[in-house]
């Protein structure tokens, strides 16, 4: 019996110190990416920067294909979990909404994000799967701002307005990449939300 429980105590921070390791590399991923692109970011890159031998990052991403887009995944559901949290009980400011979600092409997220686009416009091995990520972040975003929005997607012209919503706030998110954008982005905020209101009721 004592043997089992040994094995057990053993077993659990293994388990642990495998999640940690794996979390810090996927930190590290979208760090690297967003400083450095591409080019300039390698599993050896990352896994210096995690703390960790370059042999365990390949444990956990047996490519450099697997860590990036892992890495994009990862921040992007954390993104998705935390703007849901920013609103616990549904929003009752439509403007508020509209600043979050334009928030989110702003951070080293997006710029991590971008960096990984680009590289998979030129890499064939990386195309199909940053195209498939990028399709399943797009429509938990969607959905997200449909729900936060209280948009009813069965009137008219509801969807193409919250879609036009999200691709403004990447637009803003790549001109914010070369100049702070701040003053121009609270304007089109302070827009996007009045017409809003006006199509969504």
Not at 84 to 91: D, E, M, N, Q, V
Not at 114 to 119: D, K, N, S, T
């Given at each position: 019996?004592?043997?089992?429980?040994?094995?057990?105590r053993e077993r659990v921070p293994k388990q642990d110190r495998s999640r940690a390791t794996r979390q810090r590399l996927l930190q590290a991923a979208v760090a690297c990416l967003a400083d450095h692109g591409w080019a300039g970011s390698t599993v050896l890159v990352v896994a210096e920067r995690a703390g960790v031998s370059r042999g365990a990052a390949q444990h956990h991403f047996p490519t450099r294909e697997d860590l990036f887009t892992a890495a994009v995944e990862y921040v992007a559901e954390e993104r998705s979990t935390a703007l849901?949290?920013?609103?616990?009980?549904?929003?009752a400011d439509r403007r508020a909404v509209v600043a979050?979600?334009?928030?989110?092409?702003?951070g080293p997220l997006f710029r991590a994000?971008?960096?990984?686009?680009?590289?998979?416009?030129?890499?064939e091995q990386l195309r199909p799967r940053v195209t498939e990520l990028e399709a399943r972040v797009g429509r938990e975003t969607h959905r997200i701002a449909v729900d936060l929005l209280r948009a009813d997607e069965r009137r008219p012209g509801v969807r193409e307005t919250v879609q036009g919503l999200l691709d403004m706030a990447r637009g803003l998110g790549l001109a914010n990449l070369l100049t702070d954008d701040a003053a121009r982005r609270e304007r089109v905020v302070a827009q996007w939300a009045a017409l809003l209101e006006e199509t969504l009721g």
């Open positions: 019996m004592g043997g089992v429980n040994t094995v057990e849901r949290a920013l609103f616990p009980h549904g929003a979050a979600l334009v928030d989110l092409y702003t994000a971008l960096h990984l686009w680009v590289a998979a416009s030129n890499e």
